[in-house]
């Protein structure tokens, strides 16, 4: 029940001390908050391969309790705590060391996530020496960087190789997920359509909590379900969607899903729901235009008569333009507004699109890590932006980028780093909202590097 989109906040407040230890709480710039842990945490001398794997490491750990709420949903007014046993190590008015400042700089609004996942990653890390955890050894980073690895290997070896880094995110002063306003029969929108969300996967949990149709109106069925959940939490069985009750169940919610740990069941997407009842139209903004948008501009690479768009979040003229031209493919009324009618046959005809073709391995293939051909591993490194007048010398480009000693040899290491890499590519760009570019891809086209 988290909001949609990540964002990275203007400031985020920690408490100096374990959480139920009274103590202070101080509020800072989420830059200075990075630039302080890092260099509470890690040596300014170590290789700076190994400084911006653990800085990556420690803005998607503070980021995943921002997207979390996961203090605030217990009560706590914080957002994060000083204390390692819990958290990352922060100490109030430090200074910083020149050249992790600049990195964080550089980085502080990038963060990892699992490929396919919404929620920055929980990115647990510990000292390698004295403390060890399923996560990033903080020595062992700077033993692979000092070994050649690039950043990019270094957390891939200690996250798993189906990770990604998400750049540039939003930034956005602090938002509560909690919209303001109670929410109880009649109630309808987007804020009611997460909540049947969450019912419906906490459910598994806790089967007599009724299943929902998520269509984001608060009728009886909801009421039922809000009401079910109030007993078996203990809360106040009024059915009513109040601060207590939305928090609680935000809470079960990324407990079920395990959001605020490094193994992530993950929140995708098509976990929050595409069907909402509010037509969109010009002027408006936000998330459920995202989705419009990003529905659109995948059909607009089949359907000629749809122009391309970009998917930035704002219903402006080229929106508009595209879900007339869409009205007018299907045969509707051409307002150029998304009503209930267009919004679902539009997601039937991407919803059919990313079935048979975008899932499709034909379409798609994937690579077999220990017998590429020559032909096929030339064709996924050019994807990959690694060109060259052959083999050999894309290789070596990508072995260079990646850490890898430099051969321009087809090993199996490289191989498996090559189709991670190209289905990741594929995986990302293809079929998940934030990663389509918003603009047609063709011959020649390739990600900047």
Avoid at 8 to 30: D, K, Q, R, W
Avoid at 132 to 143: A, D, F, I, N, P
Avoid at 190 to 217: C, H, M, Y
Avoid at 414 to 441: C, E, F, V, W
Wanted: charged fraction near 20%; charge should be negative.
């Amino acid at each position: 029940m988290a909001q949609l989109l990540p964002y990275v906040p203007s400031f985020i407040t920690v408490h100096l001390g374990p959480p139920a230890v009274p103590a202070e709480n101080v509020t800072v710039t989420f830059q200075d908050y990075v630039k302080n842990v890092a260099s509470s945490e890690v040596y300014p001398t170590w290789d700076e391969d190994a400084l911006r794997a653990n800085i990556l490491a420690i803005t998607s750990f503070a980021l995943n309790r921002v997207y979390t709420e996961f203090y605030r949903v217990r009560g706590y007014p914080f957002d994060i705590t000083s204390s390692t046993a819990y958290d990352q190590q922060f100490y109030q008015g430090r200074n910083y060391f020149s050249n992790i400042s600049r990195l964080v700089d550089e980085l502080f609004d990038d963060y990892i996530r699992r490929i396919g996942f919404i929620e920055p990653l929980a990115a647990k890390f510990c000292n390698g020496t004295t403390v060890t955890c399923e996560g990033l050894s903080q020595w062992g980073s700077q033993t692979l960087a000092a070994q050649g690895y690039a950043w990019l290997r270094i957390l891939k070896y200690y996250y798993g190789q189906n990770i990604e880094i998400v750049p540039n995110a939003p930034k956005a002063d602090a938002q509560e997920s909690y919209p303001g306003v109670a929410l109880r029969v009649g109630s309808r929108g987007r804020s009611v359509a997460l909540i049947q969300t969450a019912l419906n996967r906490i459910s598994q949990n806790f089967p007599a909590i009724p299943k929902l149709t998520v269509d984001g109106i608060f009728g009886p069925g909801t009421d039922a379900a809000v009401r079910a959940f109030q007993q078996a939490f203990g809360l106040v069985n009024d059915g009513i969607v109040g601060r207590q009750t939305w928090y609680e169940m935000e809470r079960v919610y990324a407990g079920v899903l395990r959001l605020s740990e490094l193994r992530s069941q993950g929140l995708r997407y098509e976990d929050l729901g595409w069907e909402f009842p509010e037509p969109l139209r010009v002027g408006d903004r936000g998330d459920r235009v995202r989705q419009l948008q990003y529905m659109l501009a995948v059909v607009a690479q089949f359907v000629q008569e749809i122009p391309s768009l970009a998917v930035d979040g704002i219903f402006g003229q080229m929106t508009r333009d595209a879900v007339a031209a869409f009205q007018g493919y299907e045969g509707f009324a051409v307002t150029g507004e998304a009503d209930d009618r267009t919004w679902d046959a539009l997601y039937d005809l991407y919803s059919g699109i990313d079935d048979r073709v975008l899932q499709n391995r034909a379409a798609f293939p994937q690579l077999d890590s220990t017998a590429t051909t020559v032909a096929n591993a030339r064709a996924r490194l050019e994807a990959l932006g690694y060109s060259g007048s052959n083999l050999q010398q894309a290789l070596r480009a990508f072995q260079r980028a990646n850490g890898f000693a430099v051969t321009g040899r087809l090993t199996d290491e490289s191989a498996r780093a090559i189709t991670s890499s190209y289905q990741g590519l594929n995986y990302a760009n293809a079929t998940r909202m934030t990663q389509y570019p918003g603009t047609p891809l063709s011959v020649g086209s390739r990600d900047a590097r």
